[in-house]
Every structure is written in C-alpha cells, then in structure tokens.
C-alpha cells in the first residue's frame, strides 16, 4: 500500500523532492538566482553550490551562518548570525535584517561588535515561539529567507551583504516541534 498524499510521510518526501530538484544541477561551478525581495522592489543575487546557499562574502567579511540553533528541551531554539573577518579591523557596526517579505524585519544591531578568533556572532536567546519575527516558520511552504548583513567597517564604508538560508517545510516543521508545537 502506498502512503497517501494526506499523510505526513507523503509531505515529508514531496519537500524532499522538491528541495533536491532545486539542487540537481548544482555542481562546484554552483547556480545563481536573482531572487526578489522588499515586496519585489530588489532582487538580490542569491549563489548556490552543492551544499546550499553560498557564504556572502565582500570587503574582508564572509557570512558563516544565518538561522536557528537547536537547544536541549526545555530550552527553546536561539537565533544565530556569525561573520567571520579576514585581514581587515573589527567593524564599527553590525545590523543583521530579514529582508524576504513586504517590508525589512530587524533582528539584529550591535553597537559595538567583539570580535573573537576572527568571527563575530550575534545570538538572540530564547526566542518565543510566536516571534513575529519568526512568523513565515508557521507558513506551510518551503522558504528561501534572505538576511541582509549591514557592516560600518572600521574605515566607516558599508559593506552589505545578502546571506541566504534555506528552510523547505520539512525543516520548518522540526524548528517547530523545538518550540514544543505538535508536528
């Protein structure tokens, strides 16, 4: 007996399938989309590789990281954003946004960043559940969010950069159950 379009296993696979055909081509040359954002008034270039979105990288700044970190029950999932810098001087300011939807969501300003081992992180602890930031986690969709990094070097230039990151509905649904939601 095969499993029903209704069941959950049958969704499971159907993301699946769908989240490895918008790879199938992807080989170390990668693929590149220009993917609309701000309620389709920009298109960022969005690069892949065979492992997913590319690292953002520009003026001695590489995104390394963009999106949730699982924490053991009971704690709820944080937030995390991490930068690696090379061979330039800790920047002035850091301001991380979620730039997918309608209009920019702020999720992240540091003032002051510290920079260690040649990384910045920033961390958003404990995150409710209902976040309106986290709102699209509750859309039954695969998502590509974009987070635009803006970073006042040192020197007082801005670099942006526009870091992808992946969420088919799968993955949404897992995030989901971390906050203690019923799958």
Not at 101 to 124: H, M, S
Request: charged share 20%.
């Amino acid at each position: 007996m095969s499993p029903s379009p209704r069941t959950p296993f049958f969704g499971f696979l159907s993301s699946l399938a769908v989240f490895s055909l918008l790879f199938a081509g992807c080989g170390t040359r990668g693929t590149t989309m220009l993917v609309p954002v701000n309620g389709g008034r920009e298109r960022v270039r969005v690069d892949f590789t065979s492992h997913g979105p590319a690292h953002a990288e520009a003026d001695g700044f590489e995104v390394q990281f963009a999106g949730f970190l699982p924490n053991p029950a009971p704690k709820t999932p944080d937030f995390c954003f991490t930068l690696s810098i090379h061979g330039v001087p800790p920047p002035r300011r850091i301001t991380v946004e979620d730039i997918t939807d309608e209009a920019p969501v702020l999720f992240f300003t540091d003032e002051n960043p510290t920079v260690k081992n040649e990384a910045w992180r920033g961390l958003i602890t404990g995150i409710d559940a209902h976040d309106p930031r986290t709102a699209w986690l509750y859309h039954v969709n695969d998502d590509l969010r974009i987070y635009r990094f803006t970073v006042i070097a040192a020197d007082g230039h801005k670099v942006v950069l526009d870091q992808a990151s992946n969420y088919p509905n799968y993955i949404k649904t897992a995030i989901r159950t971390f906050f203690g939601e019923k799958p």
